[in-house]
């Protein structure tokens, strides 16, 4: 009875769907390798001449189903080994393009430099492709065995094939370059602290730099302009980045070669501190821009009473940033600069009178030295916010 329930459990096979089983199998070239196997080992079960079974005066004849299932065996066979073809192909050249890069990368990486930073680039380097050396060894075992099951399993290889003794070619010269710069370095490791000694005294000399220019420069005055301000910071921002990312490699270079380090985060908090303050440039950015609009327009159309509306729109929205901007001075100017030009509106009042003539405005220009500057038709609003008695 045995062969018979395993032959009736056979039905399951059409209800099982390809891309089911090819989600569950993923990029694991194992499992590929290990359904072949049983797919080939269950369908060797029906291959056998026996295809009658008596039951006292019963015979069951299961010919037919028999060749069915045999039939459905080797479609199954057929279309995973296909799919695991693509699948070890793809995973190979992937691995031949990566050895070969990193190759080439070790060859044009050299001791012989002066160059402190480019000796703690290869020594990073060279530790980040040992720590990985073991996966990639295993790797490549897994190669090996998967193009046996392809060739087992008479698998038709593409003509553009990446064979195993490829691989196995550029992984031994891998292998050979790594161990060249690994030997170099723990020949020269003496110098080599000595120069990350030195590199470590030239970038800590760099951060201490970068803190006073900041706290110098800072565009943290109200009277700087949104888009000088925001340069301003991008431009720290980026010496910033370069500068971490010297630092971090200085630690790593510490931790490869066993010295002492304290990995500190002034620099990120440095970084977070500019971020904050591009934000807050930006959001009053919007406000000043509505200002300066409020300042192109021409005496002679401004009509005060929807620029008091505009004016008391912006002290509203400016009252509702958030609280941490309210301790920053471009906060505080811009909120001051919004309602000394409401107190200046009462004033503009009066200078919109019918009662001023143009006499009346070239004795004031006259008075506050502006006569030539401009002519009347040209005046704007900010013209007269910018009077300096």
């Known amino acids: 009875m045995p062969e018979l329930n395993a032959k009736l459990k056979e039905v399951s096979l059409w209800d099982l769907e390809p891309n089911y089983i090819y989600n569950r199998l993923g990029d694991d070239l194992n499992k590929w390798k290990q359904i072949l196997s049983e797919i080939k080992k269950s369908r060797a079960t029906f291959d056998n001449s026996d295809v009658e079974r008596s039951f006292g005066f019963i015979v069951v004849n299961y010919e037919q189903a028999q060749s069915k299932v045999n039939a459905k065996y080797d479609q199954w066979q057929r279309d995973v080994l296909a799919k695991f073809g693509i699948k070890l192909g793809d995973s190979m050249r992937e691995f031949h393009s990566g050895a070969s890069n990193s190759r080439k990368e070790l060859e044009n990486k ?51 094939w990446l064979y195993i003794e490829q691989i196995e070619g550029e992984w031994s010269a891998f292998n050979e370059i790594l161990d060249k710069k690994n030997n170099q370095i723990q020949d020269q490791i003496d110098g080599l602290k000595l120069k990350i000694v030195a ?45 971490k990312e010297e630092y971090d490699m200085v630690c790593r270079a510490k931790k ?7 990995n500190e985060d002034r620099l990120e908090n440095v970084l977070e501190e500019l971020k904050d303050l591009k934000s807050v440039w930006s959001s ?40 941490r901007m309210h301790s920053y001075k471009p906060f505080e100017y811009v909120q001051e600069t919004v309602k000394t ?19 009346h405005w070239r004795q004031l220009f006259k008075a506050l030295k502006l006569d030539g500057r401009f002519l009347l038709t040209e005046m704007t609003v900010g013209h007269i916010w910018d009077f300096d008695p």
Not at 215 to 238: F, M, R, S, V, W
Not at 256 to 262: E, N, R, S, V, Y
Not at 293 to 305: C, G, I, M
Not at 345 to 355: P, R, V, Y
């Open 284 to 323: 009053f950015s919007s406000v000043w821009k509505s200002i300066n609009e409020l300042k192109e327009t021409l005496w002679s159309s401004v009509v005060l009473q929807k620029v008091r509306q505009q004016l008391d729109n912006l002290l509203n929205e400016i009252k509702k940033m958030p609280g």
């Open 110 to 160: 050299s001791m012989e430099s002066n160059n402190t930073s480019e000796a703690v680039a290869l020594i990073t380097f060279v530790q980040d492709l040992k720590r990985k050396v073991n996966k990639w060894n295993q790797d490549v075992e897994i190669f090996r065995e998967g193009q046996k099951t392809l060739e087992r399993q008479r698998y038709q290889f593409p003509s553009d």
């Open 256 to 262: 490869a070669l066993g010295m002492a380090f304290t």
């Open 199 to 243: 590199e470590d005294k030239n970038v800590e000399e760099k951060i201490k730099k970068i803190h006073a220019d900041r706290d110098t420069n800072k565009p943290i005055q109200g009277d700087i302009k949104p888009d000088i301000a925001t340069n301003t910071l991008q431009i720290y921002e980026g010496k910033i980045t370069r500068l």
């Open 341 to 359: 030009y409401l107190i200046l509106n009462t004033i503009l009042s009066e200078l919109k009178s019918e009662a001023l003539k143009d006499r």
